[in-house]
């Protein structure tokens, strides 16, 4: 009936899952690694300066403007003071 016990053959999901695991070493390696390139540490000095000129407390007026508010079209009067 059977010629003895079935043999698995496993090596191909084994080669792809070997494939998967360096791939992702790689991928890892390439993003977290240390940059290669030519750019190099800036070592000159950089000096920034902030001026603001704020208004003067004179240049407010001390008081409100006054306002006045015109009919409407049809002649009601509206928020008169």
């Given at each position: 009936m059977s010629d003895g016990p079935r043999e698995r053959h496993d090596g191909g999901l084994y080669f792809i899952l070997g494939a998967i695991v360096?791939?992702?070493g790689v991928l890892i390696w390439?993003?977290?690694?240390?940059?290669t390139?030519?750019?190099s540490p800036?070592?000159?000095?950089?000096?920034?300066t902030n001026q603001v000129d704020a208004p003067s407390?004179?240049?407010a007026p001390e008081e409100?403007?006054?306002v006045t508010v015109a009919p409407s079209?049809?002649?009601a009067k509206t928020n008169e003071n």
């Open positions: 360096v791939a992702l390439m993003v977290m690694g240390e940059p390139g030519t750019a800036d070592t000159s000095s950089v000096s920034i407390n004179d240049a409100p403007a006054e079209a049809d002649g």
